[in-house]
């Protein structure tokens, strides 16, 4: 079993920053990508950033500037550091994995996520 454990989330006015983090524990060989999702209320669950094992990183146009998806390998961790947040950023954050494990060379896990509140 494979279990992703987010925290950091919480309450922080409109231009604070605040950092996730996501620890991925369990039986894997290896972590493919890493990627923070976010499901607002009454909205469906939407990309926020991913990053591969070598580090390529990707961002949705929104969070673009302000959002930085990190990863140490070591500590099969994933980081996500939020900066200038909006009132908009109000969301659950879930944090996702793709790993190989001993059935699957891409097996996909959710953490339970965690929610940030950013007030206006």
């Known amino acids: 079993q494979v279990q992703l454990v987010e925290s950091g989330g919480g309450l922080v006015q409109a231009g604070g920053s605040l950092r996730l983090s996501c620890v991925a524990s369990?039986?894997?060989?290896?972590?493919?990508?890493m990627a923070w999702y976010r499901q607002a209320p009454g909205k469906q669950r939407e990309l926020v950033a991913s990053i591969t094992s070598g580090g390529r990183r990707n961002y949705a146009d929104f969070v673009k500037g302000r959002f930085t998806i990190s990863r140490d390998n070591a500590k099969n961790t994933a980081y996500l550091q939020m900066s200038s947040l909006k009132p908009d950023d109000t969301a659950v954050y879930y944090c996702n994995a793709n790993l190989v494990v001993a059935s699957s060379n891409g097996l996909d896990a959710w953490g339970q996520g965690t929610l940030v509140t950013v007030s206006s």
């Open positions: 369990g039986s894997f060989f290896s972590i493919n990508a």
